[in-house]
């Protein structure tokens, strides 16, 4: 089983500020690695799959990159609803796993 | 607008079945291409993908639980399900249903808002 590692655990900016989010994986991946946030409360929702491709409706604030264990969400000019927490996810092989999250929380 | 709704018991005993329904509006689960999964979340943790069900009835289970899970789908309800046998308190979660589509078959765009399912005497 790929483990993804997420770390920090917790960041914290004002609105406003960029934020840039790791994931990194035990193995190599490819490129197969989706970003997806949760609010509280709520189901997670896709931000950016296959590394750098932003689903639909998501806003151009966000980025990813990255290839084979190395993964980076990039949130420019942080918005109040974009406080949240942001898991990564795997689909290069089965199970499709998660990393443990981070949480980008207001200053 | 596609929807997902799940269903089934908030409160379920050691050792009992859990069975979940998944409802899916506004997509046939006979389109091509299309899987049907169920991903739960443990308070405060990471979620855990379980199992997977494609349009031509092939099925993927998490290899740890994967005597326990069944998951099957009706196409005529446009309905998918899951049963877990020997519920155990660590399987307390949210359990989320899940739709991939529009990206790729394994990739979960769209999720049911979930339900939390306790395990407790």
């Known amino acids: 089983e790929i483990v993804l590692t997420q770390s920090p655990a917790t960041l914290s900016f004002s609105p406003g500020e960029r934020a840039t989010l790791s994931c990194r994986a035990s193995q190599s991946i490819s490129s197969h690695l989706a970003w997806y946030q949760q609010r509280p409360g709520q189901a997670p929702r896709l931000v950016i799959y296959d590394a750098s491709y932003r689903a639909t409706g998501i806003p151009a604030r966000f980025s990813g990159s990255g290839s084979g264990t190395d993964f980076t969400l990039t949130i420019n000019s942080l918005e109040p609803e974009d406080f949240a927490v942001y898991f990564c996810q795997q689909r290069y092989n089965w199970p499709q796993t998660f990393g443990q999250g981070t949480k980008v929380e207001i200053k | 607008q596609i929807t997902l709704k799940e269903s089934g018991p908030t409160l379920v005993k050691p050792t009992q079945t859990l069975t979940l329904t998944c409802t899916v509006s506004e997509f046939s689960l006979s389109r091509s291409g299309m899987g049907v999964g169920w991903i739960r979340q443990p308070p405060g943790k990471a979620p855990e993908w379980l199992a997977l069900i494609y349009w031509d009835d092939d099925k993927r289970y998490r290899p740890s639980l994967k005597t326990r899970l069944t998951i099957t789908k009706d196409t005529s309800k446009n309905q998918v399900v899951l049963t877990m046998t020997n519920m155990d308190p660590v399987d307390t979660a949210t359990y989320f249903c899940?739709?991939?589509?529009?990206?790729?078959?394994?990739?979960?765009?769209?999720w049911g808002q979930g339900t939390l399912v306790t395990v407790s005497s």
């Open positions: 899940t739709l991939s589509y529009y990206y790729d078959n394994t990739i979960f765009d769209h």
